[in-house]
């Protein structure tokens, strides 16, 4: 039993091997990427894929992508009418393609925003100690194989950088286009890092989107914020069905920054959203809020872990996942509270909401606490429709079935309230919300 | 209009209700008295339909129908309104835009025309101007962090824009002060009329001055142990529950 099932993540292992492989003789990555690739897949074969009770992976089944033969992908025209029917109106002018994990300049505008913010090529970047130590140090702490993996397969990558005191008006969209594929399956490894200097302003929202199914977009995001420095984003994952997503979001930010991230997710065969932070100094703020609404057999799984490294940090965190039919959503989040680092204020809520009874709904909300004064509060609920408040609804004449929608909703809306895009909130009022109706 | 006839209501097995009797005509104000546990806020939910309470004996007819067999909704739509002791908050939810559906939901159940959000609104500033409401009470939501006093006239907007024929209104007065309690009586003062019904339920008689009731009835462990007129208010402020108690 056991040596069938090595032996099957051992094939894996290779056929991920021999990908890279292919991948570094068609000499795709520039010179200067090529040492964190090598260095990236070397950790990939120290990590390995994660078997069945892997602490990371405990409510994710990675067992069918592991043993999905995946392709690099080919050129493929995306079309600008499909760009332009996913960028949101107040990105007219500054948004960002990137196709497969390649930055499109044709299909992208940012001239509203081009002369505050810096775009760097990756393998440019790396000529910056700052950058090169950054990306070397993170390999080497690496906890997460697929992480690992995109490393190893990053081509192009891109820094986007917002220098010191820089208050950027317009929000930047990112699109993520996956080409996906007619037959067999492609994955990509797109790879983006901010960095906001002192005092620096920036908003964005990054979305995910496929032209048709097929696809492994595997994307991390690093973002530094620098003292004092704010970032608002949003990321929207909308991929095609039939398609994975996992993604990494890590985040160091410096003293006094604040960081706001509102995640949306549509999901699909498996989306898996890695949500690392670190309030590496004093008076650092996070605020996290997530939505994810679920019909069929979608899934959406988050892991999140947010470390607080200095005194006087502050985490806020609240998740809601609607999971209807045979869909599965969970959220394995760990606070962890450093050694020295009093006065930390964290909370973190998980809500879910099941429709279905045939739907799942895992929490693993979790406090590692090595200092004494601290106010951490963490709490997850699983449940059906608050029958006080349906009742209420009813008896001002809303009909079983209108006050369930608004219900369901509301509980959706709760969060998407929370972006601070006003052609986002429109979009997934219009989109992810109507995924309730039946 | 309402008959209510040897009414007994209970929640998992327990009897709450014991026998209530109320014949309630167009036109009138009933006031329901009583200490805290008595079974006033059991009797508005039996009322309204609340599926959580199961009616054991008795009946009630509103205007010649089975009441207790018509779904909560259905109640609402044929002009019954509840006040609750305790609104429901519900965030997420808009206020002005739940006003509007509960609006249209009655609208659509006359066959008359739904209101788009624009001409509702004519409506609900008018009535907001009449409670004396901010008009930041639109955008908010549906009672979420509203205070006990600003849930309370939320209550009595809702009625204003349903315009029920029996409205029953469970402690409206609880939570608000003497200022905001003068506004929200006024507002149902000027909702009453010769076609429409009021049962006010409240354990002071302070509401009662501003709102006038025909008759006082007092509940005890679930039975109305006296009924009177408006005079009872009085003397039961005076001397209290104590010496009411049910005879069996
Ligand atoms: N949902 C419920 N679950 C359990 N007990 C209840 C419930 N509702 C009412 N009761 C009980 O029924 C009695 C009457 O309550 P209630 O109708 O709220 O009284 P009042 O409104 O007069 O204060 C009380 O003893 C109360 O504890
Ligand atoms: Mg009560």
């Known amino acids: 039993m056991t040596t069938t099932l090595v032996d099957a993540s051992d094939q894996a292992e290779s056929a991920l091997l021999n990908l890279h492989k292919k991948f570094m003789s068609g000499n795709r990555p520039p010179e200067a990427l090529v040492p964190l690739n090598e260095a990236a897949i070397q950790r990939f074969e120290l990590l390995k894929f994660p078997h069945r009770k892997h602490e990371m992976y405990t409510f994710v089944n990675t067992k069918e992508l592991v043993s999905t033969v995946f392709n690099l992908p080919g050129e493929t025209v995306v079309s600008k009418d499909f760009i332009k029917s996913h960028v949101y109106p107040e990105c007219e002018s500054s948004y960002l393609v990137v196709v497969d994990g390649i930055l499109n300049e044709d299909l992208s505008d940012n001239s509203a925003i081009q002369s505050s913010i810096n775009l760097v090529p990756l393998k440019d970047a790396v000529d910056q100690p700052e950058i090169k130590e950054y990306l070397a140090d993170t390999i080497e702490k690496e906890n997460d194989v697929f992480s690992a993996i995109n490393t190893a397969f990053i081509s192009q990558g891109t820094l986007i950088d917002v220098a010191a005191k820089k208050q950027v008006e317009a929000p930047l969209q990112i699109l993520h286009v996956s080409t996906g594929s007619a037959s067999g399956n492609v994955t990509s490894h797109p790879r983006i890092l901010v960095r906001l200097g002192e005092l620096a302003e920036f908003k964005m929202i990054v979305k995910y989107v496929g032209v048709q199914g097929n696809y492994f977009v595997n994307s991390v995001m690093d973002i530094l914020v620098g003292e004092q420095a704010g970032v608002t984003f949003s990321q929207v994952q909308e991929d095609a069905t039939d398609a994975w997503h996992y993604s990494k979001t890590r985040v160091q930010q410096g003293r006094n920054s604040r960081v706001k991230a509102v995640n949306a997710f549509f999901g699909n065969k498996i989306t898996r959203h890695h949500f690392e932070a670190h309030l590496k100094d004093v008076g650092a703020e996070l605020l996290l809020n997530s939505v994810s609404i679920l019909n069929d057999a979608e899934q959406v799984h988050h892991f999140v872990r947010i470390h607080h490294e200095a005194p006087h940090t502050n985490s806020t965190q609240n998740f809601k996942n609607i999971v209807n039919d045979k869909s599965r959503s969970s959220v394995d989040g760990t606070v962890i509270v450093n050694q020295g ?12 909401l099941m429709l279905s009874d045939n739907a799942h709904a895992d929490n693993k909300p979790n406090l590692m606490i090595f200092a004494d004064d601290v106010k951490c509060t963490h709490g997850a609920t699983v449940g059906q429709l608050d029958e006080n408040q349906l009742f209420y609804l009813k008896t001002r004449g809303l009909s079983e079935k209108v006050a369930k929608e608004l219900l369901t909703k509301s509980f959706a809306e709760s969060i998407v309230q929370t972006i601070d895009f006003p052609g986002v909130v429109d979009y997934l009022e219009n989109t992810l919300l109507k995924k309730l109706e039946a | 209009m309402l008959e209510v006839k040897d009414l007994r209501a209970g929640f998992e097995g327990s009897e709450i209700i014991k026998g209530i009797s109320l014949s309630i005509k167009a036109g009138e104000v009933h006031a329901i008295m009583g200490p805290n546990g008595s079974g006033k806020s059991t009797l508005a939910k039996v009322l309204a339909g609340h599926p959580s309470y199961e009616v054991t004996g008795g009946e009630v007819i509103y205007n010649g129908e089975n009441l207790l067999e018509i779904e ?25 835009e739940f006003l509007r559906m509960a609006y249209n939901a009655r609208q659509i159940n006359e066959g008359k025309e739904e209101l788009d959000p624009l001409d509702f609104d004519d409506i609900l500033t008018e009535k907001m101007k009449m409670l004396s409401m901010e008009k930041k009470y639109r955008e908010r939501n549906l009672n979420d962090g509203f205070s006990g006093g600003e849930k309370k006239k939320n209550e009595i907007l809702q009625m204003a824009i349903l315009q029920p024929k029996l409205a029953v209104l469970d402690e409206t007065d609880s939570g608000l002060d003497i200022d905001a309690l003068r506004v929200v009586s006024d507002g149902v003062n000027k909702i009453k009329s010769a076609d429409n019904a009021l049962i006010l339920i409240t354990h002071y008689q302070r509401l009662l001055e501003y709102i006038q009731p025909d008759y ?25 529950y104590d010496w009411l108690t049910p005879t069996n």
Do not use: C, W
């Open chain 2, 72 to 96: 909560p909704e259905q109640r609402a739509l044929k002009g019954i309104f509840m006040g609750f002791q305790y609104p429901v908050e519900i965030p997420g939810v808009n206020n002005a």
């Open chain 1, 341 to 352: 680092a009093q006065q930390i204020f964290s909370d973190q809520l998980i809500n879910n």
């Open chain 2, 216 to 240: 006082v009835h007092v509940l005890s462990q679930g039975i109305i142990v006296k009924s009177g007129e408006k005079d009872l208010a009085l003397e039961l402020e005076a001397q209290g």
